[in-house]
């Protein structure tokens, strides 16, 4: 099975996907998908959905998007599997650096099936609750 990672427009659209690309990641950004132009419109929900349709694994830096519920019940009913940041305040680099810091755990993670919320810290993966209420 063939591994392909979305990644929000948090993540940004050079740094972190040419990062991952050198290592051989399957990389679509919100930019590529929707343009960049129309993708700062577009809801969470919504790329969350169209991606786990599409079979991607979704990576963002908005932890909130388990804590939301609209967001949390499109993971849950859309069978998402999600890699958040753990922490928001962190510079490409940084991004960049957990990711691959985690890309065996992840890769293996990633063939699970959804729906899932894992944090990404420097050298950890960490569940993260859904919530619905």
Not at 85 to 113: F, P, V, Y
């Amino acid at each position: 099975m063939s591994l392909e990672f979305f990644l929000d427009r948090g993540m940004g659209s050079r740094l972190v996907p040419q990062g991952l690309r050198a290592r051989g990641w399957s990389i679509t950004t919100m930019d590529e998908r929707y343009g960049r132009d129309h993708s700062q419109g577009i809801e969470d929900a919504r790329w969350i959905r169209e991606a786990s349709a599409e079979g991607k694994v979704v990576i963002c830096k908005d932890r909130n998007v388990a804590k939301r519920p609209l967001e949390a019940q499109a993971i849950y009913y859309s069978e998402a599997r999600v890699l958040v940041l753990a922490s928001a305040q962190i510079t490409g680099d940084e991004m960049l650096d957990h990711l691959l810091n985690n890309e065996e755990a992840i890769h293996r993670l990633a063939r699970r099936t959804g729906p899932w919320v894992q944090a990404v810290y420097a050298n950890r993966l960490g569940m993260i609750r859904l919530n619905f209420s």
